[in-house]
């Protein structure tokens, strides 16, 4: 055991990174972020938010290190490999190659697995939120949201129809703040709309100002493609191979009765269309709850603040939208034979 503490020391190391990480992927890096700055969860409400600026790190993708930036413009990939975990994608962030989009464009996939995989659009922000006293003081906060919520309605309110012009919203001295609604509390009726510019009485305070830091150290911002591709196959890195010695625990079924992949005449391993019947074991797997709310996964979608930053929200919503379709009405005759039909994703 004393000749074994280099590894003891490992072990320490790995647990806690387990632990840091959470049950879901994330593309932050949780032990980076200072004390003190928390996540914003934007419940269903009327909102006055100021977005504040920061300097950019050396891993920004939009901006040089310590020009000033005030937001963080990401496309991840969701969903990746068994353990469901989350990675910024290097094709439309990079403009580098990445296995994922590769795989997707390969024309081996059904619609909807391509969209449970393909790139989404997200922005990060650093928000000071107005929506009451409490919060007010609470002070410096982290907004992770899709682009399509916000960025996207602020960019055309930004632009002057007369002029060209931009309105610089997040300078701290002459900006605005920002006003908006979040309705509804399901996965297809929430909007975020009346998106406005309103005036602020003074400029932003020093102390808020302080608090930022360059987004970009916080997120793990561009991953190797190897990795990526060995969390897409479900397998480890060589570097993760190499720090554990090889070990990979096999597992107790046999190779021949869970094949995850087929092999090629080359014998190159590739992924194979999903078949029926890993349709019908994923509808088996959906009878344990994934929410990690312990809610009705795909049913409370968007009923409680946790919703928002939830890295189970797209798989939730596939699920919320299979609920929606009408089960059909068994045979007359049948009637004491009645079961419910398997729910499918439209």
Known sequence: ?????????RRHKETHERSS?????????RDNIPEGITFW???ADKHCIDIIPYFAGANDPNADEGQIQYCLDLYVHRNVGPRDQVYVCPAYTWNEP?????????????????DDHKEKHRTIYFVWVHDSPKEEKEGLKLWEVAHYFMQNHLDELAESPRTGGMVLFSDPDEGKMIGFSRKGSGAMSTKFIAHQFIERDEPIPDEILDAA????DIVKIRPSYDEIKAAYEGRKTQTEEQETGGEQRKPKDT?????????????????????PRDEESNDMKETINPCPEGKRFGVDIDTMEA??????????????????????EPPKDEEHKRRLPRRTVE
Not at 1 to 9: E, F, V, Y
Not at 21 to 29: E, N, S
Not at 255 to 266: F, G, L, R, Y
């Open 213 to 216: 830091f360059p987004l970009d």
């Open 255 to 275: 190779e021949e009765s869970a094949p995850v992949q087929e092999a090629t005449k080359e014998g190159t391993p590739r992924r194979r269309r999903p078949s």
């Open 41 to 43: 969860t934007c419940g």
């Open 21 to 29: 990480q959470g049950k879901f992927g994330t593309i932050f890096l």
């Open 307 to 328: 919703c928002q930053k939830c890295d189970m929200w797209d798989p939730c919503v596939k699920q919320y939208k299979a609920l929606q379709k009408p089960a059909p």
């Open 1 to 9: 055991m004393r000749n074994q503490k280099g590894d003891l020391a």
């Open 98 to 114: 990445c296995p994922i989009c590769e795989d997707l464009k390969s024309g081996n996939h059904a619609d909807d697995y391509i």
